[in-house]
């Protein structure tokens, strides 16, 4: 009954699929310069391969963030049955004059045709360069609390099932 953790395959399965085309953010995690670990919600675009992040250049985890560094990001539901997406990765970056279109992707995809549209067009005015920071999973862990459960609670209920 122990799932197989760590696999990309994971992000193939259909939970995992709903979770990275939903409306929630991510929450990405980081080492700060002072090492003391960080988390912040952010929106994302997932392209099938890497997930891409856009930040204004003046962002204060680009501070932290170095091309190769190791992350985090998680995706989850807030209602019973659960449904987590856990990603490991590394990180790269590059600048795009205007709104990265990963991030324009997101924001529709986020708010619809409309709410995109003016809040698009008011970043653009504030926001001429955007950096991208894209991270690609080297592990991934999936929960729905339904087929996969945590580690513990795994064990927990072969043992039940082994002992009667």
């Not at 675009?45 to 680009?62: C, I, N, Q, R, Y």
């Not at 985090?72 to 987590?84: G, H, N, Q």
């Not at 600048?95 to 990265?100: C, K, N, P, R």
């Not at 072969?158 to 009667?164: C, K, N, Q």
């Amino acid at each position: 009954m122990t799932s197989e953790q760590g696999s990309l395959g994971l992000l193939q399965e259909p939970v995992s699929q709903r979770l990275l085309q939903s409306r929630i953010p991510a929450r990405f995690a980081y080492q700060w310069t002072d090492g003391t670990p960080r988390v912040v919600p952010i929106g994302f675009h997932w392209d099938g391969e890497e997930f891409v992040l856009g930040t204004p250049m003046d962002a204060p985890k680009l501070k932290a963030l170095r091309d190769g560094q190791s992350v985090a990001l998680c995706i989850d539901t807030d209602e019973m049955p659960y449904k987590v997406l856990e990603v490991r990765g590394t990180v790269r970056m590059d600048v795009v004059e205007g709104i990265a279109p990963e991030y324009e992707q997101m924001t529709v995809r986020c708010l619809g045709d409309e709410a995109a549209a003016a809040w698009l067009q008011n970043l653009a005015v504030i926001c001429p360069r955007m950096t991208r920071v894209f991270v690609r999973p080297t592990w991934v862990g999936m929960i729905d609390f339904e087929t996969r459960f945590p580690s513990a609670i795994e064990r927990a209920m072969e043992a039940a099932a082994a002992g009667g």
